[in-house]
């Protein structure tokens, strides 16, 4: 299928995965969040990319829903509706748990649904200008599923904040509250990401980076032994890995090893 809001293409490394539906703000209907999908099973696939960037093009980052069709989908049964909502839940899930470290360029406002995706990132980098907030509340809807991953990353009493009163906030206080990893210059903003995709890419081993984002998806539903023994499994597992012999290796031999 051919994509008609969502752009692919892989430079030194790093897949950028661009939303491009400026003249809706990048709003989410059903078809963007399929070629969304789409985009990020081709980087989980895709060799020749290491890392992933998240980006978008025109004045905002993404403006959520698209509440025209969020206005079609009242006519619609609740199954129906529930399969959409999987939809849209299966992406979340999907970038939470991709097995390439995923960076948010934030360009633009991050609104409801929009924040949600900047929140599922591994990393995000955003310019002064953008504002943030999940105002589902404010048109009678709910913040539903990005909920699940917001208490995740910012606990009970910040996603409270957020979610109840559906305000929104500034890049800077984003920022604070751990929403955001950091605030870049609006000139600035390209130069970072790139810079810090490639320390990402040349640095770091990218079996690493996988574990270890696996694993800190997977053991906050643990209890504490239960955790403790799944990280002494995939640490035994992780010294037998060729990376980390490699990577030992060139510790002991006083060189930087190529990944």
């Not at 009493?157 to 751990?178: C, D, F, Q, Y």
């Amino acid at each position: 299928m051919d994509k008609q809001f969502v752009e692919y293409n892989v430079t030194d490394r790093v897949a950028t995965i661009t939303l491009n539906r400026p003249e809706k703000r990048n709003a989410l209907n059903a078809q963007v969040v399929t070629e969304l999908k789409q985009a990020f099973s081709e980087a989980a696939t895709d060799d020749e990319a290491k890392v992933i960037i998240l980006a978008a093009s025109g004045e905002a980052f993404c403006a959520g829903a698209d509440l025209a069709y969020l206005q079609e989908l009242q006519k619609n049964t609740y199954e129906e509706n529930l399969a959409d909502s999987n939809h849209l839940k299966e992406l979340f899930l999907q970038i939470y748990t991709h097995p390439k470290v995923v960076i948010a360029k934030i360009q633009g406002h991050a609104i409801a649904g929009g924040c949600g995706l900047a929140t599922v990132c591994d990393f995000s980098f955003t310019v002064p200008e953008a504002m943030f907030g999940y105002t589902e509340v404010r048109i009678g809807f709910i913040p539903a599923i990005v909920k699940v991953f917001l208490l995740r990353k910012i606990g009970e009493g910040k996603s409270k904040a957020l979610l109840l009163s559906g305000e929104l906030i500034n890049a800077e206080k984003a920022e604070s509250l751990g929403l955001i990893n950091e605030v870049v210059a609006c000139e600035a903003l390209d130069d970072k990401v790139s810079s810090f995709a490639q320390m990402l890419v040349k640095k770091n081993s990218g079996q690493s980076m996988t574990f270890t984002k696996q694993m800190i998806a997977q053991v906050q539903e643990m209890g504490l032994e239960e955790g403790l023994d799944h990280a002494a499994g995939q640490n035994a597992k992780a010294r037998a890995s060729a990376d980390c012999q490699k990577g030992i290796s060139a510790f002991l031999n006083k060189e930087k090893p190529s990944w």
